[in-house]
């Protein structure tokens, strides 16, 4: 992913209920994928301006905790979302 940014595909979004927790639905694959919330933070941030390193950053700013600790779950959710072609990549 290195410096690419990151940009979503089109899908439905719902967010369920207070708990940062949401659904995206890609209409084109017929699939539903249920986020979290620290995935779906890292689906909003994949808008086209954030590199997967900025992510990571950002993450561990929000939560308050080490790049080191954030990298690699933010790293599967990154990989689950580019296979399941919800995510690109993206040339700066």
Known sequence: ??????????AVEQRLGDEGDGVLIDVAAKSAYVLNRT?????ELCDRQHNADEIIDELARRWGIDTAEAAPGCLRVLAFLEAAELVVGIEC
């Open 1 to 10: 992913m290195g410096g690419r940014l990151l940009a979503r595909r089109p």
């Open 39 to 43: 995935a779906w933070t890292i689906w």
